[in-house]
């Protein structure tokens, strides 16, 4: 019975997560597609909306291919944690993902240095936020990001952070307060007491559902 039990683990993540509100539209639809279309029409004329970030997803520069679902699923974790940030727009998933695909990016939605900018700025967000994922020992993963200025390309800062992989989630959340203070965002005790919950201490649960975020942009449901 043991093999049925993780699969429902995945499904009661992907439950957490759906009940915040940045998860109401992970799925990429039509809509998400016409509106990557109309900014690529429209980008001389686009402006960064106030207080808006985009995540991009990480790289894998681990060199185990094993650890590529984590490019979108660490991403996501960021993107639900940043999404309950008061006074900060998140933009959703689904379009940062119809956007690379209409840039031809490649089916994984990585985006490179030297596109993120343009990226930022089709996407109407006054920052960005994406990294890279690395092995500087075994069993363990480091954590690279970078927070951009999209207006200026100025970067404010470059969290860093490493442990053991089983403890991804607790990175996650010093790579999210690092943000937070770079982007000056104050929190009240009850805010960070709410952002220092774990979504989930699953690695499993994790790994499912970013593979399932992948079969999804490939139109796998």
Same mark, same amino acid.
């Given at each position: ?11 009661? #993540? &992907? &439950? ?16 998400? *597609? ?6 690529? /029409? ?14 991009? $997803? ?12 984590? +490019?979108?699923? #660490? ?17 959703? =998933? ?19 240095? +030297?596109?993120?900018? *343009? ?7 006054s920052y960005l936020v994406g990294g890279d994922?690395? /092995?500087? !020992?075994?069993?363990?993963? !480091? ?18 952070? +490493?442990? *053991? ?20 965002? *104050?929190?009240?005790?009850?805010? =960070? ?7 989930? =201490?699953? $690695?499993?649960?994790? &790994? ?14």
């Amino acid at each position: 019975m043991r093999g049925y039990h993780i699969p429902w683990l995945g499904v009661f #993540f &992907l &439950l957490l997560l759906v009940s915040r509100p940045v998860w109401a539209g992970q799925v990429v639809t039509d809509d998400d *597609r016409r509106w990557a279309k109309n900014a690529l /029409a429209q980008e001389q004329a686009i402006q960064p909306a106030p207080n808006t970030l985009a995540v991009l $997803y990480f790289h894998n520069r681990t060199g185990q291919p094993q650890l590529d679902p984590l +490019q979108k699923g #660490f991403a996501c974790m960021l993107m639900t944690d940043l999404a309950a940030v008061e006074n900060l727009h998140l933009v959703e =998933r689904a379009r940062l993902q119809a956007l690379v695909e209409e840039l031809d990016l490649g089916a994984t939605g990585l985006v490179e240095r +030297q596109t993120a900018p *343009r990226v930022g700025k089709l996407l109407g967000a006054s920052y960005l936020v994406g990294g890279d994922l690395s /092995a500087p !020992g075994a069993e363990t993963i !480091g954590i690279d990001a970078n927070l951009l200025e999209v207006s200026d390309q100025r970067t404010l800062g470059q969290p860093v952070t +490493q442990g *053991r992989l089983a403890q991804i989630f607790d990175l996650e959340k010093k790579i999210l307060f690092d943000l937070i203070e770079l982007l000056k965002i *104050r929190l009240t005790p009850q805010q =960070r007491e709410r952002l220092e919950q774990p979504l989930t =201490r699953n $690695y499993q649960a994790l &790994l499912l559902l970013s593979s399932g975020l992948e079969a999804s942009d490939r139109g796998n449901y």
